[in-house]
């Protein structure tokens, strides 16, 4: 089919395209002179995108002088996309039209742990029920959804779209949280995709690192630990999908780096330091900060300048510097973006990881937080979601 007329009328077709997405509404005239291609080539290229529901007619242009042009855009509402996020916490779920834009935006409990075949199936309903609903109360029907993009905390086999690990909330839905399962469940094209690589995507598309072209990390602190590296805007992945899966190094002592930096590891330092403040003055006063300690609750502390929470918190961010000097040495990146439950804390913690930073690293990257923030991986699970359509859609008009 190479060479064939229709062929290259269909690459002229995606041509156009990418010049109405990249500029926004033109007149027939301009998409022929920034496509280079003929005006007639053009009119009977749209005239065939019209009838896809690809692009629009749009009204008049302001022309100085003459008849006024009709203007042609891209139709952003041929067609949405969906991203989910399936934390260890919460799930959160993104609409999006095909600019990339987010129209809906939702949370809900998590995913409980249930076994065998039947509660499988109906942990499976509820996640669909939560997508049913977002497209009812929008209006809009399954045929209108082209993908849906799924981050997990846990390692995606690349081949299989198997999961090898999850972190540990989660544990005992591998299977069902597998490319296979979600795909027999939801009417449209799936991708499933580490969480954490999703969240660096969603920093550089659209947060913290967009204006970062070279090389960059999402780090990621919260239930668990991970990286996303990011490389000239594509994502590192290694062997068997497991660049980034920091949660394995090993800090002092050969600790597991997860154990030391996710939320449990940083409750049981607080616990170990409040428990010896208490030992060396029981008069010391910080028995309100000691009960039903969270770690919100202890950043919030460090906010008000409690001197035993500031403490706790300068020495958690003395072995977060440890991991990020180990990512430093190796990669040297331009730019380290904080993120999860816990490294989204930028405003405590950044001080300090600067000053290490400044003070002791050979290659010193600029740190920073996210963004996005808890919408980090839905925002790259839409992106790899509209990625695959777009794919998708120049690849059905080359057919």
């Known amino acids: 089919m190479a060479g064939s007329p229709q ?11 990418d010049a109405l997405i990249a500029t926004g509404a033109m007149s027939r005239a301009d998409i022929s002179r920034q496509t280079g291609l003929s005006k007639p080539t053009v009119s009977s290229a749209i005239e065939h995108l019209i009838e896809r529901n690809l692009v629009l007619e749009t009204g008049r242009a302001d022309n100085a002088q003459g008849r006024k042009a009709t203007l042609i855009q891209f139709n952003e509402s041929a067609y949405y996309v969906c991203g989910i996020d399936i934390g ?11 600019n990339g834009e987010i129209m809906e935006y939702r949370t ?10 039947r509660a499988e199936t109906a942990t499976l309903d509820v996640l669909r029920s939560h997508m049913d609903d977002l497209l009812s109360e929008n209006q809009l029907n399954w045929d209108q959804i082209r993908c849906v993009g799924f981050g997990i905390p846990g390692v995606v086999l690349p081949d299989s779209g198997d999961i090898d690990r999850i972190v540990a909330p989660l544990e005992g839905l591998e299977k069902l949280l ?4 979600l795909s027999g469940a939801f009417p449209c094209e799936v991708i499933l995709e580490n969480d954490v690589n999703l969240a660096a995507l969603g920093e550089y598309r659209r947060g913290a690192a967009a204006e970062d072209s070279n090389l960059f990390v999402f780090f990621s602190i919260g239930t668990g630990t991970g990286a996303g590296i990011m490389v000239n805007g594509q994502l590192l992945r290694g062997m068997g999908g497991l660049t980034g899966e920091l949660a394995e190094m090993l800090l002092e002592e050969g600790h597991r780096l ?3 930096l996710s939320a449990d590891g940083l409750m049981e330092l607080a616990k170990r330091q409040l428990d010896a403040s208490l030992l060396e003055d029981p008069d010391s006063g910080i028995e309100a900060l000691c009960e039903y300690l969270t770690p919100e609750k202890l950043f919030e502390a460090a906010r008000s300048g409690e001197t035993q929470a500031v403490q706790i918190l300068k020495q958690y961010s003395q072995m977060i510097a440890s991991a990020l000097r ?22 405590v913690l950044l001080p300090h990881l600067r000053q ?18 808890e919408r980090a991986v839905v925002t790259g699970a839409v992106q790899v979601a509209l990625q695959q359509t777009m794919l998708n859609l120049q690849q059905e008009s080359l057919e």
């Not at 260890?88 to 095909?98: E, F, H, K, V, Y």
């Not at 180990?326 to 405003?347: K, Q």
């Not at 290490?356 to 923030?373: R, T, W």
């Open 326 to 347: 180990h990512i430093c040495v190796v990669l040297a990146p331009h730019l380290i973006v904080l993120g999860g439950g816990i490294g989204g804390n930028g405003d």
């Open 356 to 373: 290490i930073v400044s003070d002791q690293f050979p290659a010193k990257p600029a740190l920073i937080c996210s963004e996005l923030g």
């Open 7 to 17: 062929y290259i009328r269909n690459l002229n077709e995606n041509l156009i395209m």
């Open 178 to 181: 597998s490319l296979e399962s």
């Open 258 to 260: 997860e154990d030391v």
């Open 108 to 117: 809900y409990p998590t995913l409980s742990v249930q076994s065998g075949n």
């Open 88 to 98: 260890a916490t919460r799930i959160r779920i993104a609409l999006s039209d095909l």
